[in-house]
């Protein structure tokens, strides 16, 4: 990493920025058009998707602390993103972390490019992927942690883990070097937030009562709410990772519209084969685990491997969410691991196995190429790895300096009151 002098910077951020870090090429009105457009679909995603998705599912003394959570991370992870998350993940050449050229956005400017959209709209098309991400970690630790370790929490999140993370997959570090491949977040965001979801979780400790006293969702029309704009969304998340108006955008969007509708009528008819009624929560669940697991295969498999995605993440998701937390016993509270963790580890290893040449430029092992299941597997194991030391070191300093979660009394009164005040009527 070179040495980074804090005058430049100061001169930077005062008066101008230095030359453009930007790829040679044209600017393309319609690739530009549509990564806009795709931006605001993923920030969508977060507010007000997921804020209504997660508040319709806790109990109504805690559904404001709840949509406050999505809505603190938009604003907190948008600030940390300008000062320095995106120079980490995305400048520089290192293997593990990048540089920090472009702290406070250094080095930008209107008319630099990346690729043949402006740097500056590729930078906010991150930045929502690194809001929504610590947005989800929240549903596994909901109804209990206070706000003040949470954002704590999910500020070092942001640097220590996302940003490095980002960096390997796509900031060019070790695993893509290595050929790692994730269309538009499995490890970034999924089995990130997942994994990282579980530890705190964990760490936090079970919701009191749990699971004897039913925690029964408040408000299923604002999480069947949540979930369509999420789907909506999705179709940005995914689509718009071809940073253009291109054929790879077209056949992502199909890739993810597929592989969400597969998985919601395959929870649905497991749920309703096991316990004689499909509910509105399961069929919402399983398409939120489809359109997890699609997301980093939907640049690289067939319209017919997006099925087969859709299908394995309902069936090992619903298990998961279900069985394997029950077995376990830990209070994952909206199945954060159970539905971003293992979606993202199914779509991240179909690449492995599913990947088509002809569709995304690399293939799988059913395509000729054994490898790169090995490779995507390592891939797995590292990002688990990481994001859960380094999840657990910042919990545990959290805790040790002012305490993860919130008093007993805290907890029964609710959350509304007891931290922000107000509640709902």
Not at 175 to 202: C, K, M, P, R, W
Request: hydrophobic share 55%; aromatic share 12%; proline share 3%.
């Amino acid at each position: 990493m070179r040495k980074f002098r804090w005058t430049s910077l100061f001169a930077a951020f005062l008066v101008t920025a230095s030359s453009a870090r930007a790829e040679a090429g044209t600017l393309n009105a319609g690739d530009t058009a549509w990564v806009l457009a795709a931006t605001c679909l993923v920030i969508m995603m977060t507010v007000p998707g997921l804020a209504l998705f997660y508040g319709g599912l806790v109990r109504k003394k805690n559904v404001l602390a709840t949509l406050a959570q999505s809505f603190a991370a938009c604003c907190l992870v948008t600030v940390l993103w300008f000062v320095a998350g995106y120079s980490f993940a995305f400048s520089g050449t290192g293997a593990l972390l990048g540089d920090a050229r472009q702290l406070f956005l250094a080095g930008l400017t209107k008319d630099g490019l990346t690729g043949t959209i402006p740097e500056t709209l590729y930078m906010v098309f991150q930045m929502s992927f690194a809001i929504i991400t610590p947005a989800v970690i929240c549903g596994a630790f909901a109804d209990r942690m206070k706000f003040s370790a949470l954002l704590w929490f999910m500020g070092a999140w942001l640097l220590l883990v996302y940003v490095p993370v980002a960096h390997w997959v796509w900031g060019g570090g070790f695993l893509a070097q290595h050929g790692f491949i994730d269309f538009a977040g499995g490890t970034v965001v999924e089995i990130n937030s997942g994994v990282a979801g579980l530890v705190a979780a964990l760490m936090t400790g079970k919701r009191r009562g749990f699971p004897h006293e039913p925690m029964i969702p408040h408000n299923l029309i604002l999480s069947l709410t949540g979930a369509s704009l999420l789907w909506v969304g999705w179709l940005g998340f995914n689509g718009g990772s071809a940073l253009g108006a291109n054929a790879t955008a077209a056949f992502a969007l199909v890739n993810t519209q597929l592989a969400g509708a597969a998985a919601a009528l395959v929870w649905m008819g497991i749920e309703w084969a096991k316990h004689g009624k499909p509910s509105v929560l399961g069929i919402i669940s399983g398409a939120v685990a489809g359109l997890v697991a699609i997301t980093p295969a939907c640049g690289y498999v067939s319209p017919m491997g997006a099925l087969i995605v859709g299908v394995l993440a309902a069936v090992a998701c619903f298990y998961a969410a279900t069985s394997m937390k029950r077995y376990f016993g830990y209070d994952d509270s909206l199945d954060v691991f159970g539905v971003h963790g293992i979606g993202g580890i199914v779509g991240v290893l179909a690449n492995g196995l599913l990947a088509v040449k002809a569709w995304g430029g690399t293939a799988g092992a059913l395509d000729g190429n054994p490898g790169q299941l090995l490779i995507q597997l390592c891939g797995v194991l590292a990002v688990a790895a990481w994001c859960g030391l380094a999840s657990w070191a910042m919990l545990f300093v959290i805790n040790k300096a002012m305490g993860l979660r919130v008093t007993r009394e805290q907890e029964i009164e609710g959350l509304d009151y007891s931290l922000h005040g107000e509640v709902v009527p």
